[in-house]
């Protein structure tokens, strides 16, 4: 998959996810659905995803074990900075924090899904 085709998808995707979570609350009426600061959280983790997408393409076009190393080192980093946001967010959020919680780690998985899924289809083209 090259870079450009999966940006492509990649904004599609994030797209959808934004209009399913517009639909949903929508759907749910007075139930809060989304936190105060979704659309925050939203962005926030579009962003750190593609930088440890391109940290980890420039980590396998280097080849042998350095590809290894950046895909793991991406994933951490993302990690780590995911999560460091999040205890950030839970401080400043006054509201319910499990639905806090489900919004964040629901992003965080779908988010990091496409990632690696891109991420094996950029190594499968590799080997071929």
Same mark, same amino acid.
């Given at each position: 998959?090259?870079?450009?085709?999966?940006?492509?998808?990649?904004?599609?995707?994030?797209?959808?996810?934004?209009?399913?979570?517009?639909?949903?609350?929508?759907?749910?009426?007075?139930?809060?659905?989304?936190?105060?600061?979704?659309?925050?959280?939203? /962005?926030?983790? +579009?962003? &750190?995803?593609?930088?440890? $997408?391109? #940290?980890?393409? !420039?980590?396998?076009?280097?080849?042998?074990?350095?590809?290894?190393?950046?895909?793991?080192?991406?994933?951490?980093?993302?990690?780590?900075?995911?999560?460091?946001?999040?205890?950030?967010?839970?401080?400043?959020?006054?509201?319910?924090?499990?639905t806090l919680a489900?919004? /964040?780690?629901? +992003?965080? &998985?779908?988010?990091?899904? $496409?990632? #690696?899924?891109? !991420?094996?289809r950029i190594l499968?083209?590799?080997?071929?």
């Open positions: 998959m090259e870079i450009k085709r999966f940006l492509y998808a990649y904004f599609g995707f994030a797209g959808v996810i934004a209009l399913i979570s517009v639909a949903l609350q929508w759907v749910c009426g007075d139930f809060e659905v989304l936190v105060k600061h979704f659309w925050v959280m939203f /962005f926030y983790l +579009l962003v &750190l995803t593609l930088i440890a $997408f391109f #940290v980890s393409v !420039l980590g396998v076009r280097k080849g042998g074990q350095m590809g290894v190393a950046a895909i793991m080192g991406g994933l951490l980093i993302k990690l780590v900075f995911a999560l460091a946001f999040f205890l950030f967010l839970r401080y400043q959020h006054s509201g319910n924090l499990i489900l919004n /964040f780690f629901c +992003l965080y &998985l779908v988010f990091t899904i $496409f990632e #690696v899924v891109g !991420l094996l499968r083209r590799l080997e071929k």
